[in-house]
Every structure is written in structure tokens, then in C-alpha cells.
């Protein structure tokens, strides 16, 4: 693909300042998993300008040094949701191999405060939604089910 108009010198001090402001905030906070709506203590709208990074727009229009930069910085994803799901199905696998089974209670909680037991619920919730690779990756864990006991108990009703 050829690239569209290159960013010209102005964006690429925009970019040089919001890219400071992440390494900043990578370093006070470990990751450079950024929540959309947060503003740096100065103003600087940090989760907008990671948000218009990983944009498809903007991320054919910046330099490979630039993408190679941003993946350096610990933390860093091209897309939150897909990152998100893999936690949470990381974590999922963690606790079936300490636990000897897939059934998470609703409530429950990982020692790191993640709390895996929603997680599940949502994937079973969103059974019909979920693409076939996850479907798939979920099925392949021993005793996975898509419907609970409690969930078959409320149907019924």
C-alpha cells in the first residue's frame, strides 16, 4: 500500500509530544495501556492521542521507526479488545491448570485483582458473537461448557 500523504513537519512534533508524554506515563505506571479519557496532570490528552495511534488512518500514515517505537514501550497494544481477551483467557487457563477445572465461580477474583469469574460469564454470555478461533480456543479447554447449571435453572423458570 502506498502511503498517504506523509505527515509533514508540524504532525511529526505533535507526535514527538504525545509520544513523550506516553514514554512518561509508561515509566510512572509500568504499561502504556492508557484508559481513552485520561488527561496527563498538565492537560495533555493522552488517551485521545494513543487512541488516534492505533487508529487504522493514522497507523499507515506514520513511520516505521514510529510503530517500532511505540511497540518498544512495555505494555503497548495495536487493539485494546484484542489484548483484553487474551488476558482474560490467559488468566483463565492459569486458573484451570491450578485448579484442576474450568468452572470459575461468578464472583471470583485472581490474586492480581482480575476479576476472572465476569470474565467467563461475558465469553458465555457472548457465545453467538464471539468468532470461531475464540469459540474454539474456549471449547478446547477440559470441561468448558457454554451453558451453567445456574443458566440452564433460569431458563427454565
Known amino acids: 500500500m502506498i502511503n498517504p500523504a506523509p505527515l509533514i513537519s508540524a504532525d511529526i512534533a505533535a507526535w514527538e509530544t504525545g509520544f513523550e508524554h506516553?514514554?512518561?506515563?509508561?515509566?510512572?505506571?509500568?504499561?502504556?495501556?492508557v484508559l481513552l479519557k485520561h488527561e496527563t496532570a498538565e492537560?495533555?490528552?493522552l488517551g485521545s492521542w494513543v487512541g488516534t495511534q492505533r487508529g487504522r488512518k493514522?497507523?499507515?500514515?506514520?513511520s516505521a521507526k514510529q510503530r517500532e517505537?511505540?511497540?518498544?514501550?512495555?505494555?503497548?497494544?495495536?487493539?485494546?479488545?484484542?489484548?483484553?481477551?487474551?488476558?482474560?483467557?490467559?488468566?483463565?487457563?492459569?486458573y484451570t491448570?491450578?485448579?484442576?477445572?474450568?468452572?470459575?465461580?461468578?464472583k471470583h477474583e485472581t490474586a492480581e485483582g482480575y476479576r476472572l469469574g465476569s470474565w467467563v460469564k461475558k465469553q458465555r454470555a457472548k457465545e453467538d458473537r464471539?468468532?470461531?478461533k475464540r469459540r474454539e480456543r474456549l471449547e478446547?479447554?477440559?470441561?468448558?461448557?457454554?451453558?451453567?447449571?445456574?443458566k440452564r435453572s433460569t431458563k427454565k423458570s
Request: no cysteine; glycine share 8%.
Open 97 to 106: 491448570k491450578a485448579n484442576g477445572s474450568v468452572k470459575v465461580p461468578r
Open 69 to 94: 517505537r511505540l511497540e518498544a514501550l512495555q505494555g503497548w497494544v495495536w487493539d485494546a479488545n484484542i489484548a483484553d481477551w487474551e488476558t482474560g483467557f490467559e488468566h483463565l487457563v492459569a
Open 130 to 132: 464471539l468468532s470461531a
Open 43 to 45: 492537560g495533555y490528552p
Open 140 to 150: 478446547a479447554l477440559q470441561g468448558w461448557a457454554w451453558i451453567t447449571r445456574t
Open 22 to 33: 506516553l514514554v512518561a506515563y509508561t515509566k510512572a505506571n509500568g504499561s502504556a495501556r
Open 58 to 62: 493514522l497507523r499507515d500514515r506514520i
